[in-house]
């Protein structure tokens, strides 16, 4: 189930990447570069970080406008944060984290869709290592 979760969760945002990249405007870009600062800010406290990571991919799906997306999301970010979520994990890859997520903002701005999509792919690289 839980890898079942990750290749769907892993497919779907790859996607929305795409998406974001295509359609963000200025409000979106300063929109997810808000949540970069707050989750940098948050490096020192997991809770904090994975509360800001989480409205990060919120805003993900929100600027791929579209509501089939957010409905699919309200699922996959519940199911993430209630089981898949380790603190501990999290402060030992929150900087790596952070710079995969820049990553993909500079991608979305540079309006390019595949670099999106490797961008975040590299974070699920990185989420998914031992």
């Known amino acids: 189930m839980v ?3 990750r290749r ?3 497919t779907f945002e790859q996607g929305l990447a795409r998406e974001a990249a ?3 405007d200025q409000t979106d870009l300063a929109s997810l570069e808000a949540l970069l600062d707050e989750m940098a800010a948050s490096l020192k406290s997991p809770e904090a970080f994975i509360a800001a990571e989480l409205r990060f991919h919120a805003r993900l799906v929100a600027v791929a406008r579209n509501v089939i997306f957010d ?9 993430w944060r209630d089981h898949q979520i380790d603190a501990a994990a999290v402060a030992a890859r929150a900087r790596a984290v952070l710079a995969a997520h820049g990553d993909t903002v500079r991608a979305i701005k540079a309006k390019d869709p595949d670099a999106a999509e490797v961008a975040l792919a590299g974070y699920f690289d990185l989420i998914a290592a031992p």
């Open 3 to 5: 890898d079942s979760f």
């Open 22 to 24: 295509r359609l963000a």
């Open 8 to 10: 769907a969760r892993r």
């Open 71 to 79: 409905a699919m999301a309200e699922t996959v970010l519940a199911w």
